[in-house]
């Protein structure tokens, strides 16, 4: 569509920001297969849908090596950052799918202050032990060991609305359980949930 066609299309229609958007949030380690379930959803689902992967924030950063004394801070901003980035195309009205890996308690603290809970649909990716560190050997871009040290936290806070194992079914297979669960997922979804149960303890 052309810049006019665009600016046409907007002068005869109601403001697109009006309704937000479902944010569709995987939730799971290192080489657990979020990306490939995320690609699956953007070709199965009816809706148009960004795939905002948290990888992609980190690969937007320039490339020269960071300072050690610089890092922790550079990379707890680039997560505050992704997280209000999915916030802000949601609160547009843009349909979103994320995938993170919620191996720190303060990142789902930051997401459920910032996201409208009732319109994240909270996925948990599971993949045993064995496969993930296969998985990561054969991928050879992460550090060894780094999705089994994610393993304890990622799952800990225990609240989704829907979860998929993709040691037994491929990403297609995941992508059309969470497609086929979209028009019936119950209220309270788990954020809501998870904002009640800690909002005491914020």
């Known amino acids: 569509m052309s810049e006019a066609s665009c600016r046409e299309f907007d002068a005869g229609h109601p403001d697109p920001g009006a309704s937000r958007g479902t944010v569709i949030f995987l939730n799971g380690t290192s080489s657990s297969g979020k990306s490939s379930i995320a690609t699956e959803l953007l070709r199965i689902l009816d809706e148009p849908y960004f795939h905002l992967p948290v990888d992609a924030f980190h690969a937007m950063r320039t490339r020269q090596e960071i300072p050690p004394g610089q890092l922790t801070t550079v990379l707890h901003n680039t ?41 994240v649909v909270f996925v948990g990716v599971r993949c045993p032990r064995d496969e993930v560190e296969r998985r990561e050997r054969k991928r050879g871009d992460r550090p060894a060991g780094l999705a089994v040290r994610q393993l304890a936290q990622v799952h800990a806070h225990g609240v989704y609305d829907i979860e998929c194992d993709t040691g037994r079914a491929d990403p297609h297979q995941c992508a059309r359980i969470i497609k086929d669960f979209l028009p019936h997922r119950p209220m309270p979804t788990a954020f809501q949930r998870l904002r009640e149960k800690n909002s005491d303890a914020w």
Do not use: I, K, T
Request: contains cysteine.
């Open 79 to 119: 997560w505050r950052g992704y997280h209000r980035a999915v916030a802000g195309m949601a609160a547009a009205g843009n349909n979103v799918v994320m995938d993170h890996v919620m191996s720190e308690e303060w990142r789902l603290r930051d997401c459920l202050d910032l996201f409208v809970p009732q319109d």
